[in-house]
Each structure stands twice: as structure tokens, then as C-alpha cells.
T-cell receptor
């Protein structure tokens, strides 16, 4: 079974600075998806970024980018120019590309605080 | 606008009562899911459904029941057999586009409290 680990329960960053959240996962599959979701205090889950394992190029979405290291099974999220609105729980998630009966495997989350 | 609507936002249950949480989507998504989130914790899968009239248990299905009579709707009933139902419940949906998966769309959640 796949597992997702986020080794940093809490992190903080100064406004306008850069922060990196770590995620590692365990799988024997070669084709899969990885995601970062953000859960602000409103508790609405918001998709931040998506990565397909067969694509070597790291995904980016504005100030958010990932460092995807397939061999190391690592998928870290970098937030540049941090803003107060980035304060939230961040969940890393894995899903197999086998489209039958597959669900997300979520990590335990990292709580990010942004300091003014 | 397409999305997922969960209702109610807050729900209070007395001991021994069954309550039903509503989840409706107008995204034409095939699959729907229910997750439970306890304070400071991650998400745990309760039930999921990939097609109408079919659903499967997730990791923590005991004390819960679901139905999927329509593609748009996936209600969750929290029964009296669920001994610790106080939690935040999230509904999600997904579909495949061109055979690829683009993630879940989540509802805004229901906060259930036992009184």
C-alpha cells in the first residue's frame, strides 16, 4: 500500500520570504499523480498544484512550484514571496494512475504560519 | 457555476440519533467521496462511489451509510452506531479527462457536533 509522509507538522515563514514543505511517498508503481492541497482556516480544500509522474518537468503555478524527485520519491512544495493568505494546512496526496478503484492517499499535513 | 454543495454547514446531533449530510454536485463527475477530518488531523476516507447505484467502504466506514441513486447526489448518514461522530466531514468528486486524473473538487464541509 502506498503511504505519504510529511515530516514537518508545523512551519513558519516571514512574509515575502520563500518556504519549502517536504513530502515523501512510498510506492512500487511507475505511473501516478501527486498533488498539494491547501486548507485555510475556512477549511475549504483548494488544489494548489498537480504533477504527473511520467513528466520530468516540475509543475509550477504562479508562486507555487514543486521539486519532484521520482527516484527519491520526494515531492516538495516551494512557496515564493509568501503572503499572509498562504497561511494554511498543506496536504500532500498521492493517487495511482490505475483508474479503477483508486483513491487519494493523503499525508498528515503541514501547518504553515506566515509572519508579518 | 459548477461545484459541490454540502449542507448543512453546521449540524448538531443528539445521542442515539441518525443524521444525514447532503452532498450535491453539478460538475457531471462520475466519482464521489466522503472524508472525515478530526481536529489537527488529516483526511480519512469513509465511503466512495464511482458510478450510480454502486459504492465501496473506505478505511472508516463503520457507523456510516451512503446511497448513490443519482449521479449528482451522494448523501452520508451518520448512524447511532458511530460512537464518536463529532468531526468535520468533507465531500469530494472527481472525473477523468482524456483518461487522466486532475484531482478532487471538494465541498466546503459540514461540521457535525454531538450534543
Amino acid at each position: 500500500a502506498q503511504t505519504v509522509t510529511q515530516s514537518q507538522p508545523e512551519m513558519s515563514v516571514q512574509e515575502a520570504e520563500t518556504v519549502t514543505l517536504s513530502c515523501t511517498y512510498d510506492t512500487s508503481e511507475s505511473d501516478y499523480y501527486l498533488f498539494w492541497y491547501k486548507q485555510p482556516p475556512s477549511r475549504q480544500m483548494i488544489l494548489v498544484i498537480r504533477q504527473e509522474a511520467y513528466k520530468q518537468q516540475n509543475a509550477t503555478e504562479n508562486r507555487f512550484s514543486v521539486n519532484f524527485q521520482k527516484a527519491a520519491k520526494s515531492f516538495s512544495l516551494k512557496i515564493s514571496d509568501s503572503q499572509l493568505g498562504d497561511a494554511a494546512m498543506y496536504f500532500c496526496a498521492y493517487r495511482s494512475a490505475d483508474n479503477y478503484g483508486q483513491n487519494f492517499v493523503f499525508g498528515p499535513g503541514t501547518r504553515l504560519s506566515v509572519l508579518p | 457555476d459548477g461545484g459541490i454543495t454540502q449542507s448543512p454547514k453546521y449540524l448538531f446531533r443528539k445521542e442515539g440519533q441518525n443524521v444525514t449530510l447532503s452532498c450535491e454536485q453539478n460538475l457531471n463527475h462520475d466519482a464521489m467521496y466522503w472524508y472525515r477530518q478530526d481536529p489537527g488531523q488529516g483526511l480519512r476516507l469513509i465511503y466512495y462511489s464511482q458510478i450510480v447505484n454502486d459504492f465501496q467502504k473506505g478505511d472508516i466506514a463503520e457507523g456510516y451509510s451512503v446511497s448513490r441513486e443519482k449521479k449528482e447526489s451522494f448523501p452520508l448518514t451518520v448512524t447511532s452506531a458511530q460512537k464518536n461522530p463529532t468531526a468535520f466531514y468533507l465531500c469530494a468528486s472527481s472525473t477523468l479527462t482524456g483518461g487522466r486524473f486532475y484531482g478532487y473538487t471538494f465541498g466546503s464541509g459540514t461540521r457535525l457536533t454531538v450534543v
